[in-house]
């Protein structure tokens, strides 16, 4: 094993941690050894200190349990699992993933819960009540306290709210918040941060990829601090992809700003070839190389068949990975796309139109398409083509034209989720990774491809600042997911 030498920014951040008292927010680039600083940094504070670590999920703490072996003061748990647990102590609730789905649906049954219009059509009664969930959800991560602010939500989230959604959305939540018997996921982070909850408080409390918190998460982790404790958030503002899915687009700046902080960098990435790097400056200027990195290749002129076995293609969308990993399948060629949850929200959107015919599958989807833009255009006043950019409209879009290209071949809708499930997956097999930017975040590969790149920086996202943002943080988490070879596919194209 290759003996440790930390660099610069890792002696300065060490040497705060022994000998400093205040709070630390890392800023780490891509690459940057971002685990293998944790690890160091948990053997460097004493025995007699309780520290806590923070991870997005159980795959990260069970690799982080592994790094850091048996240390009796350290705990190391996801965000949700420790609000669970604590709740559980308080509460005795049960866990219940339907508890809001139940109360909405009960609330229909009896009447106590309808649509100020009578007349909606019963796909219109579909989309309201899709949207009162979602509405549920993003009003507890963000812990909006008012109609106002949930309306910002939904217009920021491209919800197009049909009727009284908001009004049901907050009493739900109300009622959600006084049913403690049983919780849900969300609930898991939302009831410490409204509710009276004992939670155990340490000295030290560590937190990974702090761009991502939302309001609820950040505030959870904040409690788990004892007066006088100090925290270390890391983080990389400019990997921050996730404004979308309800994560705060200002976390890593409001703890930064938080009193008693200090802010430092982690600014050498250990992953990326020197002319990668360079490309990766032109969008985030402090990232450096690693002291003797290689120069690596970017290409320009990359073709589709320089692709081989353990390579990663990249696209901002699904549809171009769909078309790909259907060609590679039919060629006999091992490939998979990432992310199961991306094969189990089309299968839902097919299960959605009730239809077992593929054409009258796809016709129902293709006039939910049209609603999406109509709605868009009455609430925006905005041109046809706005409308074509709106990113509401371009989502579903995208999954209507993946469908259309898996279907290929396909006898009916059953056949369709069959062969979708077939080829969506989180595992890292064998074979060639597609991958859409947002699930790419954490991976790494010798050599990545990027196909469509005129997807990115799109028109609609970049006229609105903390949209603009995110684009911007797209491109620069996908050329960091290349460790030798970046190359950028023009032999071909879904126009």
Known sequence: MATFVPSKYQKAFFTFLQKGRANVVLDAVAGSGKSTTIVRALALIPADKRVLFLAFNKSIVEELRRKVGPMPNVDIKTLHSLGASA????????????????YINDGIATKSIFPYNDNLSSEERGDWKSNIMSLIDLGRVNLVKNASELEDLAYKHNLILIDNEVTI????????????????????????????????????????????????????????????????????????????????????????????????????????DADIIAAAKEIVPQIEA????????????????????????????????????????????????????????????????????????????????????????????????????????????????????????CADVLELIDRIESIFSDEAGSGICLSTVHKAKGLEADRVFIVCPEKFYLKSCMMVPWMAEQERNLVYVAITRAKHYLGYITDFSME
Not at 187 to 211: A, H, N, S, T, W
Request: glycine share 6%; proline share 3%; hydrophobic share 40%.
């Open 87 to 102: 709740i559980t102590r308080s509460l005795k609730s049960a866990v219940n993933p339907d508890k809001y789905k139940a």
């Open 169 to 272: 959305a907050l009493r739900a939540i109300s009622w959600g918040t006084t049913n403690t018997s049983e919780i849900d996921f969300t609930d898991m982070i939302y009831f410490p941060c409204v509710k009276r909850i004992q939670l155990f408080r340490y000295d030290y409390v560590f937190i990974d990829e702090c761009q991502d918190l939302n309001a609820a998460q950040r505030t959870l982790f904040l409690q788990c601090i004892k007066t006088g404790g100090r925290f270390v958030a890391v983080g990389d503002p400019r990997q921050a992809i996730y404004g979308f899915a309800g994560a705060d687009v200002e976390s890593f700046n409001l703890l930064k700003g938080l009193p008693n902080t200090a802010h430092m960098p982690l600014s050498v990435c250990y992953r990326c």
């Open 290 to 409: 690693r002291e003797g990195a290689p120069t690596g290749t970017i290409d320009h002129e990359a073709k589709l068949e320089q692709v081989q076995d353990g390579d990663m293609i990249l696209c901002r969308v699904t549809k171009p990975l769909v078309a790909l990993c259907m060609r590679y399948i039919s060629m006999g060629v091992k490939a998979y796309v990432k992310g199961r949850d991306i094969g189990t929200n089309l299968v839902n959107l097919l299960k959605k139109t009730k239809r077992t015919v593929l054409s009258e599958a796809f016709e129902r989807l293709n006039r939910e398409l049209e609603k999406i833009g109509q709605k868009v255009k009455a609430k925006t006043h905005c041109t046809d083509e706005e409308v074509r950019e709106n990113e509401a409209y371009r989502a579903m879009a995208d999954k209507i034209g993946a469908l259309e290209v898996l279907s290929e071949g």
